[in-house]
């Protein structure tokens, strides 16, 4: 069985390999499109009404928020200390000016107040009280680790079918095996031409994500993509394309991220250093492996 | 080789966990509390085809768009797309594509090199890219919503 609905801005395709009965296997694929519906919710910074959006209008003062919220942005958190803010989730107000800032349903613009310097260090997080302190006014965009957190939230749903693949618009997580009893076959999209693959990898029960600069640009400005280094708030173009495998998709999401920002040598050096498994692509196609993919 | 991947992995197995122990993902008792999405989640299971029956309520004459399930269709350069879009409350609670005929042109699978033909067997169904946009989703998104239009209101 395979659903197919649009959540945070892309396609998500949920397919189940089973022999349940139909019902049982329809609720439980409901269920995992409701964690990507509840991730919406509380981390969208397109929607005023999100749990985020709405825990940044109080400057200085503790929100207590969901775990739909806490995670990722503790995740992202961690993420942003270990890069020492090269990865940070305060970019979401710099993404809005860069024409990031639609609505992908209703068209509807988003214009946030913020202060002119803001990084990582003003966001507190306190997990005894599981709340959220903005120090400043600033956006916070968790493009980067809230879809792979839905991800992996549906596939807990779904952990009990023999095969499913989810996949959000090319961040994707293969549970189990395929039709045939073998691991799925993932392919890797090249980054200038949409209908061919680099690679194709073998994977069960791991996730597959791939940060490039070919999908989404700035409308204006070509050399931006919704990649940007927040220091120099310009979108890194050592690399077109860098994909991680992972046991989780939120790892995946984030850490490939992490290696776009970092380009070749250094980010080759992140994803062996943490077990991961990689491929970069240049500009000029020249593939990096890394962790033996 | 350092083994600092653990954390990471802890990280996330927790950050799973957290919505699970929190009882926050519904169970099956508790999904009856989560009343909207509970009946637009029914509404799909039960309604495959549009449910534009007309009928407007007192309560909906206020609204701007009806509420139900409505069908939208877009076309681009690469083929038609078929879209369902729920609305309830005048919030777009769902979106399930119904129907994704896109086609790729000839001229662009020409001179492939050979390797690359060979990757593109058929049993490769997903692909892993930089996350593509709902773009080419929006006219059939808004098509739907055209339908779905309140004229009583």
């Not at chain 1, 992908?104 to 003003?122: C, D, F, K, R």
């Not at chain 2, 004459?61 to 078929?82: A, E, Q, V």
Request: net charge negative.
């Amino acid at each position: 069985m395979r659903i197919t609905k649009l959540y945070m801005d892309t396609v998500v395709d949920i397919q189940v390999v089973t022999r349940k009965e139909v019902k049982e296997v329809e609720e439980k694929i409901n269920r995992a499109f409701l964690a990507f519906q509840r991730v919406e919710e509380a981390c969208s910074r397109f929607s005023p009404s999100s749990e985020l959006m709405k825990a940044c209008q109080d400057v200085g003062r503790p929100v207590e928020i969901s775990p739909y919220l806490f995670e990722p942005l503790y995740f992202a958190l961690q993420i942003a200390q270990m890069t020492n803010g090269l990865f940070d989730p305060t970019i979401g107000k710099v993404m809005e000016e860069y024409g990031f800032n639609r609505h992908y349903l209703t068209g509807s613009m988003i214009n946030s107040p913020y202060a002119e310097t803001v990084t990582y260090q003003e966001i507190l997080l306190n997990q005894a009280t599981r709340t959220l302190t903005i120090m400043k006014p600033l956006v916070i965009d968790l493009g980067a680790v809230a879809k792979g957190f839905a991800i992996d939230l549906a596939a807990r749903e779904l952990i009990d079918f023999e095969g499913f693949v989810i996949n959000a618009g090319g961040d994707i997580f293969a549970g189990g095996l395929n039709e045939m009893g073998s691991p799925w076959e993932i392919g890797i999209q090249h980054p200038y031409q949409r209908d061919l693959l680099v690679e194709t990898i073998k994977l069960s029960n791991e996730a597959i994500c791939t940060s490039g600069s070919y999908e989404r640009k700035n409308q204006t400005n070509p050399s931006l993509h919704h990649i940007v280094n927040p220091n120099t708030k310009s979108s890194p173009n050592h690399l077109v394309s860098s994909s991680i495998v992972a046991p989780f998709a939120m790892m995946a999401d984030a850490f490939s991220t992490v290696a776009f920002l970092l380009g070749e040598e250094k980010g080759k050096e992140v994803i062996e250093e943490l077990n991961l498994k990689g491929l970069l692509i240049t500009p000029e196609l020249k593939i990096i492996r890394a962790g033996g993919i | 080789m350092k083994k600092t991947d653990k954390k990471w992995i802890i990280l996330c197995s927790t950050a799973v966990a957290a919505v699970y122990s929190a009882g926050y993902l519904t169970t099956e008792n508790q999904v009856s509390i989560e009343q909207p999405i509970h009946q637009v989640a029914k509404n799909i299971q039960t309604n495959n085809k549009a449910v534009n029956d007309g009928s407007v309520s007192n309560a909906q004459k206020n609204k701007l768009y009806k509420d139900g399930t409505f069908t939208g269709t877009g076309m681009n350069r690469r083929g038609s797309i078929d879209v369902m879009v729920t609305i309830q409350n005048d919030k777009i609670t769902n979106v399930e594509i119904s129907d994704f005929a896109m086609h790729y042109s000839e001229s662009d699978i020409v001179g492939l090199p050979d390797e690359v033909l060979k990757n593109q067997g058929a049993r490769v169904i997903n692909v892993s890219g930089a996350t593509y946009s709902t773009e080419a989703f929006e006219d059939a998104v808004q098509d739907a919503l055209n339908q779905a239009f309140n004229t009583v209101g």
